[in-house]
């Protein structure tokens, strides 16, 4: 069981992303996920935070596949887990337009796995391979293909059935976005701006909230306080609550996205850890 830190880096200056990989290794957390939006290839920034660090483990939350052939991001995993042996984690996610996505993501990992690359060995051990998964469909995808999955913008109710789905044998890294030291006000404000962004663009996240419970009104005008709440942990204690709530319910780690941070904030992670 164990807690890891989640942001984006997209715009953040190198000399910044070094800086926080520091800091996040410093405070003794396990890992360091990262997003890929509109910022850096995730490869590369992968390769920028394993430089800045000794220990850390770091990981794609997600690499896009839409974004690279299958050989392209083998190629590039089997250079970073050589490079950091043992510390390096892809995980991996995206749609292809017009495209199924579950269907999409087994050829593109069949194509990581069919890769040539008699030059680049696999390297020992592999680097884990975790999926971006949610419904049942993609989260039977990562049991059988992957070596598990990587759920983001999920209560702990999700995690409960992902594991079921999982098995026992399979890694579960979940995301969990929290407010530790915002005024009310402004942390009510970050946490639905947030829970909005997906509920207004993501048709996945809406699909998964609904199978989770959510109706159609939870889901309207950026969010219902129900789904504010069960989506984003205010203060300390509900934090704390809330990590340790995803580890009851299976998860081999939590990776907590900080909202609305302060220069405070990951020290106070850190004291809540389990």
């Not at 079921?164 to 530790?180: D, H, N, S, W």
């Not at 998964?208 to 306080?225: E, M, P, Q, V």
Request: glycine share 8%; proline share 8%.
């Amino acid at each position: 069981m164990s807690v890891g830190i989640w942001r984006f880096f997209d715009g953040a200056p190198i000399g910044a992303v070094r800086e926080t990989a520091a800091e996040v290794e410093e405070l003794g957390f396990d890992a360091i996920w990262f997003g890929e939006y509109a910022g850096r290839d995730a490869f590369t920034q992968a390769a920028l935070l394993l430089a800045a660090t000794s220990r850390l483990t770091v990981a794609t939350g997600i690499a896009r596949f839409d974004r690279r052939a299958p050989i392209t991001a083998e190629a590039a995993t089997r250079a970073l887990g050589e490079a950091y042996p043992g510390r390096f984690t892809v995980g991996l996610g995206g749609h292809f337009p017009g495209t199924r996505p579950i269907s999409a993501m087994r050829e593109y990992l069949a194509g990581m796995d069919d890769a040539e690359l008699p030059a680049l060995p696999p390297p020992s051990p592999r680097p884990r391979r975790l999926i971006a998964a949610l419904g049942p469909r993609a989260l039977a995808l990562a049991a059988e293909r992957a070596d598990g999955a990587h759920p983001y913008f999920v209560p702990p109710e999700h995690t409960a059935l992902a594991r079921e789905r999982l098995g026992p044998g399979k890694y579960l890294a979940v995301e969990q976005a929290v407010i530790l030291d915002a005024p009310p006000e402004a942390a009510r404000e970050a946490a639905r701006e947030h829970v909005g962004l997906y509920v207004r663009q993501a048709p996945h996240h809406q699909a998964n909230l609904r199978r989770l419970g959510f109706t159609d009104a939870d889901l309207a005008d950026g969010g219902s306080d129900r789904l504010v709440d069960a989506i984003v942990a205010t203060g300390e204690q509900a934090a704390a609550a809330r990590i340790q709530a995803h580890l009851d319910a299976g998860a081999d780690h939590v990776c907590v996205q900080i909202l609305a941070r302060t220069p405070k904030s990951y020290r106070l992670l850190a004291d809540l850890r389990p």
